[in-house]
T-cell receptor
Framework: DQQVKQNSPSLSVQEGRISILNCDYT??????FLWYKKYPAEGPTFLIS?????DKNEDGRFTVFLNKSAKHLSLHIVPSQPGDSAVYFC??????????FGPGTSLSVIP | DTGVSQDPRHKITKRGQNVTFRCDPI?????LYWYRQTLGQGPEFLTY????????KSRLLSDRFSAERPKGSFSTLEIQRTEQGDSAMYLC???????????FGPGTRLTVL
């Protein structure tokens, strides 16, 4: 039973364009959502987060949107750069600090 | 701040052997987490410590797995009688009092032959 879903295993975007990575969740008790980026042979690196009481958080080229009624969040990267090519994990935290990760979306930014 | 470190980075072992991994969290972090990641999946929660207390264990953590954090600083994860299905990346993460964000180490890649 996947509580955090990322239905697109991969995504290709042209350099300079917007990348949109999507994530859906099923548990309405999640209170905090995070995005992590992972390069091969490295651990996940924290990217950006959003509290369940907000609907948008922005940090430079990265913006996360949260739609609680749809149980959906998305990560926007604009403009996309080749160095953004990595696997992106959506994650959600329960009140007991346990973080549930989605399966990841592999982003390729084409120069 | 040196980040979360894990040792070893790679471990190859034969089925039936015991292995132990070490995690050193960010020094001021009191919370420490272990995850397992297999190919094509996101990290799966295994267990969680607050200081030296192990507060939660996943059903994924069979009796062959044990984790400790004896002085509330570094932690060890031991797998006894390894099986081929244990082959995975074992990730450690830590977070501070706010517990908002977990910071991950580079992981230990375990291969069981």
């Amino acid at each position: 039973d996947q509580q955090v879903k990322q239905n697109s295993p991969s995504l290709s975007v042209q350099e300079g364009r917007i990348s949109i990575l999507n994530c859906d969740y099923t548990n309405s008790m999640f209170d905090y959502f995070l995005w992590y980026k992972k390069y091969p042979a490295e651990g996940p690196t924290f990217l950006i987060s959003i509290s369940s009481i907000k609907d948008k958080n922005e940090d430079g080229r990265f913006t996360v949107f949260l739609n609680k009624s749809a149980k959906h969040l998305s990560l926007h990267i604009v403009p996309s750069q080749p160095g953004d090519s990595a696997v992106y994990f959506c994650a959600a935290r329960t009140s007991y600090d346990k973080v549930i990760f989605g399966p990841g979306t592999s982003l390729s930014v084409i120069p | 701040d040196t980040g979360v470190s894990q040792d070893p980075r790679h471990k190859i072992t034969k089925r039936g052997q015991n292995v132990t991994f070490r995690c050193d969290p960010i020094s001021e972090h009191n919370r420490l987490y272990w995850y397992r990641q297999t190919l094509g999946q996101g990290p799966e929660f295994l267990t969680y410590f607050q200081n030296e207390a192990q507060l939660e264990k996943s059903r994924l953590l069979s009796d062959r797995f044990s984790a400790e954090r004896p002085k509330g600083s570094f932690s060890t994860l031991e797998i006894q009688r390894t099986e081929q299905g244990d082959s995975a990346m074992y990730l450690c993460a830590s977070s501070g009092e706010a517990a908002d964000t977990q910071y991950f180490g580079p992981g230990t890649r375990l291969t069981v032959l």
